[in-house]
């Protein structure tokens, strides 16, 4: 959820939204969806708990941009990715979106070259597996090696 109420907004106006997919978008005027909301606290109290959610996800986001390298970047974007659109496939965890490498990386802000090299690398270690526009990660070989570092 984007947009510009500031009652739930948490800092997203002006905010750049690109949609991997068809999208549907619906805009409602602040006092009809604050008034929407005041009738229903529980359905507030879940929009707060998703916001929130979403807040922690662009914090850890934001650390890995600052301080990680790219192949950390890599990583973690996998994970959340895998966390959030995966599906079991063959011991792996298939991210069910088509992702292209120059995608992969303006997520994470870095270059296509860059990308494709870590990738490789990741494969030669057994952490993920490419196809044509398909990523599936071993999830726990990428936790532990986000948790306790991994060998280049």
């Known amino acids: 959820m984007f947009g510009e109420i500031d009652t739930f907004s948490f800092g997203t106006k002006g905010i750049y939204i690109e949609t991997m997919e068809e999208t549907l978008i619906c ?21 707060l708990t998703e916001l929130s959610s979403m807040l922690r996800d662009r914090d850890e986001m934001l650390e890995k941009l600052a301080l990680g390298d790219v192949r950390e970047r890599i990583l973690h974007l996998l994970l959340k990715l895998s966390e959030k659109f995966g599906v079991e496939d063959e011991g792996l965890v298939k991210i ?57």
């Open 27 to 47: 805009s409602v005027l602040k006092e009809h969806f604050e008034n929407f909301l005041a009738k229903r606290p529980q359905l507030a109290m879940r929009f």
């Open 96 to 152: 069910d979106l088509a992702l292209t490498h120059q995608e992969v990386a303006n997520m994470i802000g870095a270059t296509r070259e860059a990308v494709t090299v870590i990738l490789n690398e990741l494969m030669k270690e057994g952490m993920i597996r490419t196809g044509r526009k398909t990523i599936s990660i071993h999830q726990r070989k990428v936790k532990a090696c986000l948790e306790f570092g991994c060998k280049e």
